[in-house]
């Protein structure tokens, strides 16, 4: 009996997706639930699950485009695994008795060497002639023990340079060094490379470029940028970096304070956290913050519902399990759905200063960046500080730049007083170990 493998439905608005890889061989034995194959869409990577045990028969190529429930596979439910194993050792024992028959065949047709005279005479008189075939080459050390270790001897060596053709360039250089006492080593010609290769787009990279091409050309975006100083929440991280760990279990990092500052600005700047709706601006009462990842098979978004209501741990957390799932394209599409605004943190690998693209239908997005200590002025006095650029990237149809300064300079002041953000005059100790 042969069960069908149909690519499921992912989504009323995915109606193809593409083969990204099989994670069996054809034939191969698979066990029901056993992942078979990885699937690009528009949004996500998935992978395809077994439906049965059985001998599977791929139908689709890897790089396929195709239609949702289309067969991309049956598996022959009548092979059992006991049949493959009973396949495996059969083939182990017909392996075994072949080398036992190669070592009998090579132990009859090793010839018997009789001791003679004569024959020793002419075991010598050949190494001699090797030897003086040889003699003509000067090796060093290293190429000698080369070619000892790759069973060549140096008259094969000869033999093959022998053949190789002398071009002009050859004869000018024995021209310019044939009267130098001194040693030559010739090199290799470079090898200079003028391939290339040509990779089908996946439906995640396909999607994202038209999602990004149509924001460039039908949204009305601009940046606006600012710089904050982070002496304070590094003071502040280094002090409870600590006892943070060993309540929560969970690193504290700069995402999380981000998340909440961007989480409390946008309750003070609604507009920033709207997006549009045909004729309508729809505004959103609480935050849906998504955090960009660079995942192998392109930048995927996931969501962080609710951060309004969230502590410093619970967004760390929800942070590190969201990026590792998309690192390994496990990641579902309704952990990527919505989201009311977008964080990305270039700093990671060194931006210093970049324009982020918004993400539709939403519209703004926070662009973090590396920090750096560079020279400021503080009270008068010019002073060394680590200071990091941030750029805010909004839809001037829905946010003014009033909402948009007044946004970016209210994530600034929470970061350079995170006390305002966290502890409301209250006690810091306790505060953030109860986060």
């Keep these: 009996m042969k069960t069908e493998i149909k690519v499921p439905s992912l989504g009323e608005s995915i109606s193809e997706v593409q083969i990204a890889s099989w994670l069996v061989e054809e034939g191969e034995y698979v066990s029901q639930d056993t992942e078979i194959a990885e699937i690009d869409s528009d949004k996500a990577t998935l992978s395809v699950p077994s439906s049965a045990d059985g001998t599977i028969h791929i139908l689709v190529p890897e790089g396929e485009t195709i239609s949702i429930g289309t067969v991309i596979a049956t598996i022959d439910t009548e092979a059992t695994a006991t049949k493959k194993e009973t396949a ?3 083939k182990a024992d017909t392996t075994e008795d072949s080398i036992k028959l190669q070592e009998e065949n090579a132990k009859e047709a090793k010839p018997e060497i009789i001791k003679n005279e004569p024959q020793e005479e002419t075991i010598k ?3 001699n002639t090797e030897s003086q075939e040889s003699s003509s080459l000067k090796l060093s050390p290293l190429a000698k023990k080369v070619l000892k270790a790759s069973n060549s001897s140096e008259k094969e060596l000869q033999d093959f340079f022998t053949k190789i053709k002398i071009t002009k360039e050859d004869v000018d250089f024995f021209i310019r060094n044939k ?3 001194k040693e030559l080593t010739t090199e290799a010609p470079k090898d200079i490379s003028r391939n290339k290769k040509a990779t089908k787009m996946t439906s995640l990279r396909k999607k994202l470029s038209e999602r990004l091409v149509s924001v460039k050309n039908e949204t009305a975006m601009l940046t606006t940028f600012n710089e904050i100083n982070m002496t304070p929440i590094m003071n502040l991280r280094n002090e409870y970096k600590n006892a943070f760990m060993e309540k929560h279990n969970i690193r504290l990092g700069y995402m999380s304070f981000f998340t909440k500052a961007v989480s409390i600005a946008l309750k003070h700047f609604p507009q920033v956290n709207s997006m549009i709706d045909g004729d309508n601006i729809i505004s959103f009462d609480y935050c849906d913050i998504g955090i960009a990842v660079s995942a192998p098979k392109g930048l995927m978004v996931p969501i962080i519902r609710n951060t309004e209501n969230m502590s410093l741990a619970e967004i760390e957390t929800a942070v590190r399990s969201l990026a590792e799932k998309a690192r390994n394209n496990k990641i579902t599409l309704e952990e990527m759905s919505g989201g009311t605004f977008t964080i990305t943190n270039g700093g990671l690998f060194g931006s210093m200063l970049s ?6 239908p939403q519209s703004a ?3 973090m960046h ?6 400021i002025a503080v009270n008068g006095k010019v002073e060394i500080h680590p200071i990091m650029y941030v750029a805010l990237s909004y839809d001037h149809r829905v946010v003014d730049g009033k909402d948009s300064v007044g946004f970016l300079l209210k994530v600034k002041e929470l970061i350079e007083h995170p006390e305002r953000m966290i502890f409301n005059g209250e006690d810091a100790n306790k505060l953030l170990l109860d986060l």
């Excluded at 590396?370 to 020279?375: C, D, F, G, S, T």
């Design 365 to 367: 997005i926070l662009g």
């Design 355 to 360: 324009t982020p693209i918004i993400n539709p």
């Design 179 to 181: 009267d130098n006492t």
């Design 125 to 127: 008189a050949e190494e």
């Design 370 to 375: 590396n920090i750096i200590e560079r020279p």
């Design 88 to 90: 495996n050792a059969s």
